[in-house]
């Protein structure tokens, strides 16, 4: 339950989805946008689109922010809990990355 709230007041103070969308169109490489989008879909309960942006971040530069997108996405499995769907879909996405 902590963790889904902490996640929620994150999210909160991200902004427009529109204009995080915008920035990307326009330059597909900026990992802050892409990461701040996925706060914002998680929070909107977009779980499969948050997790494919923090793993498009990861495939690109897997230690952006000191690995920000992997420990967000691990923060995100820990709210959703291990048996999810969206957990379990991403955490495979997430081994082929890391181990491939």
Request: aromatic residues 6%; negative net charge.
């Amino acid at each position: 339950v902590r963790a889904k709230m902490a996640l929620a007041a994150q999210a909160a103070a991200l902004g427009s989805p529109v204009e995080l969308e915008r920035r990307l169109a326009e330059n597909p490489g900026d990992h802050q946008a892409r990461f701040e989008l996925a706060m914002i879909q998680n929070a909107n309960g977009e779980r499969m689109a948050a997790a494919d942006n923090l793993l498009a971040i990861v495939k690109a530069d897997r230690s952006w922010n000191d690995d920000g997108a992997k420990t967000q996405l691990l923060q995100f499995f820990e709210a959703w809990g291990m048996a999810d769907e969206a957990t379990l879909a991403a955490r495979r996405k997430l081994s082929s990355l890391l181990f491939s």
